[in-house]
């Protein structure tokens, strides 16, 4: 009999739930369950890992310097305090991996993505979960929340599944009212898809208690390549850089990031096409009785009379070819998360659900 056992906290971790991707037997399926880019990635990104191609017996870069140069003449910030990883997922990880652990405490929201308490458990920390005020991030639970074992703060802006963001000034006051050893950490997964907005990054320079964390997944539709990155204060991204292993990223990826974050064009049309038909679907939703709070991201976060409603609609949906998430996960059985995707999808979705809503099912 051996003694081998996984460290402290591993096994409370739940496998993550990833969204669905096939029906059976349906034809034209309509995946809207993972928050991807329905006009796919910038073509200049495809043509990137095409000239790759001929190179990969070549081992990547290991500083992402052309990757992290490009991210900073794009936005404007220091490539210096820029570090890249495989999904923003594994900058997370890196996070709690060098921030907690044993003893401490690691904060998300109650709606907040399912990654904060993997990773808080996986490097053997405690995670909490702070109550949303309507489905929005709540400063002041959060503040109320810690201890002096608080060592992460994680919120997502825009949040993922809520769609919600709360204001610069809000994010500010939670950053200043922390306690001396705890990190906050901004996710910005969607702050592409807000005009104008900079995902905190003004935050993390003014600061030395703040982390942004970004993505190439979403707005940029490079999720199947994996890339994400994090910016903050240089003492911090030195630590991460500590445990980054060397070769994280590949030379495929960080070309076609590369050529993504330089697409301004194209990137502002995928920005405009899903404000656009964000406002639609969720317009007619509402008017077929299914309301949902403003989006501020790339899905819209449907709101139905009880769980047993929304089970029965996503049944029916997927009757139709349509895949949408469950979030029973997040504490929202009563709601279900759609993606928006492109017109023929957004039109098929209000037509299913008003079918749905008819008695079809
Ligand atoms: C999709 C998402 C991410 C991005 O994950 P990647 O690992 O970069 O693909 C991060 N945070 C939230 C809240 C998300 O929804």
């Excluded at 739930?17 to 073509?43: R, T």
């Excluded at 949303?132 to 201890?147: F, G, I, P, S």
């Excluded at 910005?188 to 993390?204: I, M, P, S, T």
Aim: overall charge negative; proline content about 5%; some cysteine.
């Amino acid at each position: 009999m051996n003694k081998i056992t996984p460290q402290p906290g591993i096994m409370e971790i739940d496998l993550y739930q990833g969204g669905a991707s096939h029906v059976d037997g349906a034809v034209n399926v309509i995946k809207l369950s993972s928050n991807e880019n329905p006009l796919g990635p910038s073509p200049k990104a495809i043509e990137a890992v095409r000239n790759s191609a001929a190179q990969i017996h070549r081992y990547p870069s290991t500083d992402h310097a052309s990757l992290r140069g490009a991210i900073g003449d794009t936005l404007g910030l220091d490539p210096e305090r820029i570090i890249c990883g495989a999904g923003s997922d594994e900058i997370i990880a890196f996070l709690c991996q060098a921030y907690a652990g044993p003893g401490a405490e690691v904060l998300h929201t109650e709606h907040g993505f399912a990654m904060y308490r993997i990773s808080a458990l996986a490097a053997g920390a405690t995670p909490v979960e702070v109550p949303e005020r309507d489905r929005v991030t709540d400063v002041d639970a959060l503040l109320a929340a810690c201890t002096e074992r608080t060592r992460l703060v994680f919120i997502a802006n825009p949040n993922n599944p809520t769609g919600t963001m709360i204001g610069a000034a809000e994010v500010a006051r939670l950053a200043e009212g922390l306690p001396p050893q705890a990190l906050l950490v901004l996710d910005g997964a969607y702050a592409d898809y807000v005009e104008g907005f900079d995902g905190g990054a003004a935050l993390v320079e003014a600061r030395d208690n703040v982390v942004m964390t970004r993505t190439f997944s979403k707005l940029y539709g490079l999720g199947g390549l994996r890339v994400g990155w994090g910016y903050g204060p240089q003492e911090i991204i030195d630590v991460l850089n500590r445990i980054r292993g060397p070769f994280n990223l590949s030379g495929t990826a960080l070309l076609a990031a590369e050529a993504a974050i330089r697409d301004t064009d194209y990137a502002e049309q995928c920005r405009a096409h899903n404000a656009r038909w964000r406002g639609w679907l969720a317009e007619a939703l509402a008017e077929l009785g299914v309301p949902s709070d403003t989006s501020c991201a790339n899905f819209v976060l449907a709101r139905f009379a009880s769980r047993v409603e929304a089970e029965a609609c996503d049944d029916y949906l997927r009757t139709q070819g349509l895949i949408v998430r469950r979030v029973a996960g997040y504490n929202l059985p009563n709601a279900l998360r759609i993606t928006v995707g492109d017109e023929i999808a957004c039109r098929r979705v209000v037509a299913a659900v008003s079918a749905f809503k008819a008695g079809a099912a």
